[in-house]
């Protein structure tokens, strides 16, 4: 038997550009070489220990048989009183579903809405797996190109260009994966004056960088009470809390949106893990401004993007904004396309990534794979001796390129 049994879904899909390149960096370090791992978007610190404790509570209280399909309603209260405390939102808990983290709650939301041929706006570059999760729930990507001039962000004006009779939705992310932008309020505001001219358009607000804000405020699209009916957020625990082993997102929806995410997913998951839901709700428990260990983490994570932003201006031709959120950089580097070392010749992002991969050991993520080839996406949830160490050695090897 061979892969003529498998389907064309499978086939055409294709495989995630940071999965990869964490896997082809796990691959040198195995062969015993020191390879700095810049590709992969998860914080480097631990859970929060009353997070924690309360998942060892779970456990010694045998809180382990099957839970409902769309989480323990305890649970989806805790998130909705969350979204009145943090966002000033106003959800119940049957809106709410729990799912197997943010990427889960994504798809069931495309897989729920979506009939063949339907389009989803995407402003670009967007994290790797939207086109992905469309394209597989039968859709068809409309990509809105920005640039790192304008900060990476979408205007009104494409938004609305993009939208046609076969518009099923617009799929938004601040602050952004992978560029670290962050929309303000008078950003928003327009963009909801826009896209309440089209009541149809469901709106998928993905905010799961929400607490890795540095320039202050979150603002949730979900704000704007002409869009609210609009609406699916789409948040969880991996990021701003230090989970994502833990494995848990969830929506804010529409209630027949959530009823039909619900219906799905009883049919191919079930509810998710008992033991992540508790500590779960002990995370969406914890005020973010008042957590020591959450304002620390996301402290450290400004003081390395400065130092990463500083670092990288020593670089010729590599160019940087500043970005206000997560844990990204997002330079454009095609400075260096069209230069060469010996046998390696650079033609995009994915051969720059590759040349850095194996002549410096740092691992990059492509900008191919978030719809700007001209860029690569550097995580700098490391060390700030690693960063410094990584981008002394990309610079070494980039001075080799003529």
Not at 82 to 105: C, M, P, W, Y
Not at 155 to 163: K, V, Y
Request: hydrophobic share 40%.
């Amino acid at each position: 038997m061979n892969n003529n049994i498998l389907s064309n879904r499978i086939l055409n899909l294709s495989e995630s550009a940071t999965l990869e390149m964490t896997r082809l960096s796990r691959e040198l370090i195995s062969n015993g070489i020191d390879v700095i791992t810049l590709s992969i978007g998860e914080p480097d610190f631990d859970t929060p220990m009353n997070v924690k404790e309360a998942g060892k509570m779970a456990i010694d209280n045998n809180i382990t048989h099957y839970p409902p399909v769309p989480g323990f309603m305890e649970l989806r209260e805790a998130i909705a009183k969350k979204l009145k405390r943090d966002n000033n939102l106003e959800f119940n808990a049957n809106q709410i579903v729990v799912s197997t983290g943010a990427k889960h709650s994504l798809i069931n939301v495309f897989m729920c809405i979506l009939n063949d041929g339907d389009e989803v706006v995407i402003p670009a570059p967007y994290w790797v797996s939207y086109p992905e999760m469309v394209t597989l729930s039968g859709g068809k990507p409309v990509i809105v190109d920005t640039t790192i001039d304008c900060d990476f962000k979408v205007t009104p004006e494409q938004i609305e260009s993009a939208i046609t009779s076969k518009t099923k939705a617009f799929l938004f992310n601040s602050p952004s994966n992978p560029t670290g932008s962050v929309y303000s309020y008078d950003e928003l505001e327009a963009i909801a004056k826009v896209l309440a001219k089209y009541p149809d358009v469901l709106i998928v607000a993905d905010e799961i960088y929400e607490y890795i804000n540095f320039g202050g405020e979150h603002f949730s699209l979900a704000s704007f009470p002409e869009i609210k009916d609009q609406i699916v957020i789409v948040n969880g625990v991996s990021k701003g809390m230090a989970m994502t082993g833990w494995r848990i997102g969830y929506i804010a929806a529409p209630l027949f949106i959530a009823a039909a995410c619900t219906k799905l997913q009883g049919q191919y998951t079930s509810g998710t893990g008992t033991i992540s839901q508790m500590a779960a709700l002990e995370a969406v428990s914890t005020d973010p401004k008042t957590s020591e260990e959450v304002q620390n983490m996301v402290r450290a994570f400004r003081e390395r993007r400065d130092l990463l932003i500083e670092l990288v201006k020593d670089i010729p031709g590599m160019k940087s904004n500043i970005p206000d959120g997560a844990f990204y950089l997002f330079p454009d580097v095609s400075y260096y396309y069209g230069k060469s070392n010996g046998d390696a010749v650079i033609s995009n992002s994915t051969e720059l990534c590759m040349y850095l991969l194996n002549n410096a050991h740092v691992a990059l993520v492509p900008g191919e794979a978030f719809g700007s080839p001209e860029c690569i996406r550097i995580s700098y949830a490391t060390s700030k001796e690693m960063i410094t160490e990584a981008v002394n050695r990309i610079k070494a090897a980039l001075t080799k390129l003529s």
